[in-house]
């Protein structure tokens, strides 16, 4: 029914030709569409469609916002939007502005827009600049973005991952020499186990859900690791299965609850346990790792109270965990932010690799490590280098293509630019796409920190409060085509490594949107000399291509997609083989210690519903979750008695940050100890700790204390 409905909203037909229009899906990383279609995958299997890409299909296919929008809606209208409100109003068609001191934005030319922003550049520093990415824009734009940055004279350069899966990126590169994932979709039909750790893909990935029913379905087994007991992950109805859409598949077959920020401990004790049964992989860890003794050694040695206590989690459950995995031919460690949103983010996925090592399940078909990453380019954006560091090579190749000398000095990762911004250094920010304030803990402090730069620029296909609250002392935000809009074909790299190519299409709405890339070249010109490179001959995507596959290691087929056609899976990250990317060519095991849980008030761990992508909200209500709004607390049963609450009471949450009134509270299926709200409108509550080095936050481990 709620595909009908959205159906009708935009025109069944209309829909039904943009969702098999050969552009990638436009939400998670799992990917699929590109060349073979908007429905298939890599593996050729069709339909591959799911109501995550339904809803932003027909968010981009909604009217244009009125011409007098902004004329009837002041700052202070705006700011009362909730992230819904704001994301129905209407696609941006035309520039506005927020000028210093004004109540209203208002319309703006473009050509005052882009001498706007050419004067705010000239008028500062580039150290006092940054530079900012979200995932849902293409390879193209990203790459030039970091490269008009850096030959501007910055590394002030970052993306959305340091707020999602940094951890994963540092831990997998530090374990193998690769940030990704070690594993490609094929090798969701090789394995037997699928260990699910702090991740929920029915409502954030679901067509992932369908490889879990299948391996279910012949006869494997999923081990679901999450303090909060989703039903979804027990049974899931996959809509392109007729039997499962009637009647469901089982997906978990073990399902361990753990207390947030417990996940070292639980994955040191399922260590110790088949240390402790003689069932390490001694050949594989002889062979093909380094740092073995000292991280086996600590396992051996860690006390089982300890690992009890500050996991959540009882012996017997741990210890059946270990024989699952032991049992297993092929397992693939699957996890998402529950793991990374910790202060410890970066140990809890190395004691996932450790356990990956230990038992073989590495550098073969069917077995690996699989991060689950979010937006649908959140990967690519990083490989092409928006991040605040470069390799050598790719810094070299850059430097030789433009003329000109890049700075080695490392920029700001986006915690540290926020604080920067905070303490008036940085004049210029530049946002491509996605919602910079709203996805920052402690909102209060991000919102402050944001309204001392001077000017900030937005890149948008619609409305959201970042650009309310995240203002500038002038703000503008300027109108860009979607994926399946754009005039020219772009990229998108899968979690799976995988490179497709969207050809691209026609407007929605009529209006003034302008493709990224264009935007950027516009403003590079304007900003750089064009000697002794003219940034106006990089609006031809194909040009951009060509340089990506000159100056990106595993790129090299990006420069003939053009003529081909043909997609591909990057090369050298995917291990099939025990040959890693390290100096040895070795897996390396590091120690984890194991962190002490929050001791004080209850562990509260942010999550999304199944009505929303990231910071996008499509609906209001949870459908799995069978919440009714999002201004709700889930607690257990026994954490509301013990604080005498009851279900449907109206309580008030506080956090180290802030502190939210009127919130329901919703007794369901969470661990106790451990309570779980709404991100991005829990954030107010949530102190800015981050993993010292991902530089990730901890918005599922914070302590909060219940006020009724």
Avoid at 592 to 606: E, R
Wanted: charged letters at 20%; proline letters at 5%; aromatic letters at 8%.
């Amino acid at each position: 029914m709620y595909s009908l409905e959205k159906a009708f909203q935009v025109g069944p037909l209309r829909l039904f030709k943009r969702m098999n229009s050969r552009n990638a899906c436009k939400t998670c990383a799992v990917g699929m569409g590109g060349m073979k279609g908007g429905m298939v995958n890599e593996a050729g299997h069709w339909p591959e469609v799911c109501k995550k890409s339904l809803q932003a299909q027909v968010a981009d296919m909604i009217g244009a916002l009125p011409a007098d929008y902004f004329d009837k809606h002041s700052l202070a209208d705006l700011e009362k939007l909730t992230p819904k409100q704001a994301e129905d109003a209407g696609r941006l068609s035309y520039p506005v502005v927020l000028d210093k001191g004004a109540t209203h934005f208002k319309p703006i030319t473009w050509e005052a827009a882009l001498k706007h922003i050419e004067s705010a550049m000239k008028a500062t520093t580039p150290d006092r600049t940054a530079f900012y990415s979200s995932g849902r824009s293409s390879n193209e734009a990203a790459f030039l973005l970091q490269a008009f940055a850096r030959v501007y004279g910055t590394n002030n350069v970052m993306n959305c991952s340091y707020y999602c899966h940094q951890a994963s990126g540092v831990a997998l590169k530090m374990a193998f020499g690769t940030g990704t994932a070690t594993v490609e979709l094929e090798d969701l039909t090789r394995c037997d186990l699928v260990v699910l750790l702090g991740a929920n893909p029915a409502s954030n990935h679901p067509r992932l859900m369908t490889q879990l029913a299948n391996l279910r379905a012949r006869g494997g087994k999923v081990i679901v690791v999450n303090p909060v007991r989703e039903s979804p992950l027990e049974t899931f109805h996959v809509p392109s299965q007729i039997k499962s859409l009637f009647f469901g598949t089982k997906i978990a077959s073990t399902y361990i609850q753990p207390l947030p920020g417990g996940d070292v401990a639980f994955l040191v004790g399922v260590l110790k346990s088949i240390i402790e049964k003689r069932r390490v992989d001694n050949e594989f860890v002889d062979s093909y790792a380094e740092g073995a003794a000292e991280v086996l050694d600590y396992a051996r040695n860690a006390d089982w109270n300890e690992l009890i206590k500050n996991s959540g989690v009882d012996k017997q459950s741990i210890e059946n965990c270990a024989d699952i995995i032991y049992m297993s031919k092929r397992t693939i460690f699957a996890w998402a932010m529950g793991l990374t949103h910790h202060a410890s983010g970066v140990d809890n996925v190395l004691a996932v690799c450790n356990l990956a090592i230990a038992t073989g399940n590495v550098g073969k078909p069917g077995a690996g490590l699989l991060p689950i990453r979010g937006h649908s380019n959140v990967q690519g954006i990083g490989s092409v280098g928006v991040a605040p560091a470069l390799q050598d090579s790719v810094r070299q190749s850059l430097e030789t293509i433009y003329g000109t000398k890049i700075t080695d000095t490392p920029g700001l990762d986006t915690h540290a630019m926020i604080d920067a911004c905070g303490k008036g250094e940085i004049d210029f920010l530049f946002a491509l796409g996605g919602n910079l304030w709203g996805s920052n803990p402690d909102s209060t402090w991000a919102q402050e920190s944001m309204n001392k730069v001077k000017t900030i620029v937005y890149l948008s296909t619609k409305l959201n409060p970042g650009h309310f609250f995240g203002r500038g002392e002038t703000t503008l935000i300027l109108p860009v085509l979607a994926r399946d809009e754009e005039p020219q074909g772009t990229t998108q790299e899968s979690m799976f490594n995988f490179i497709r190519y969207s050809e691209g299409g026609k407007p929605n709405v009529k209006g003034q949107m302008m493709p990224e890339s264009e935007i950027i070249c516009d403003i590079a010109n304007r900003v750089l000399s064009k000697e002794p490179f003219d940034w106006t001959t990089l609006r031809d995507h194909r040009k951009v291509r060509e340089i990506i596959s000159k100056t990106i290691p595993g790129w090299e087929q990006l420069g003939t997609i053009d003529d081909t056609k043909k997609e591909f899976t990057i090369t050298g990250r995917v291990y099939h083989t025990p040959q890693f990317n390290t100096k040895s060519g070795k897996a390396i095991m590091y120690p984890t210690p194991v962190p002490k849980p929050v001791s004080d008030g209850l562990i509260l761990m942010t999550l999304r519903s199944e009505g929303q992508f990231n910071t996008v909200v499509y609906d209001e209500y949870d459908f799995y979750r069978g919440v009714p709004h999002r201004y709700c607390i889930l607690m257990s049963k026994d954490d509301a008695e013990k604080l005498n609450v009851k279900d449907g009471q109206r309580v008030a949450v506080r956090g180290e940050a802030g502190r939210m009134e009127n919130i329901e509270v919703v007794v369901g299926a969470i661990r106790p100890g451990a309570v779980a709200m709404y991100y991005p409108e829990s954030n107010v509550l949530i102190k800015a700790n981050v993993d010292a080095r991902s530089k990730t936050p901890a918005f599922k481990s914070a302590p909060v204390w219940i006020e009724s």
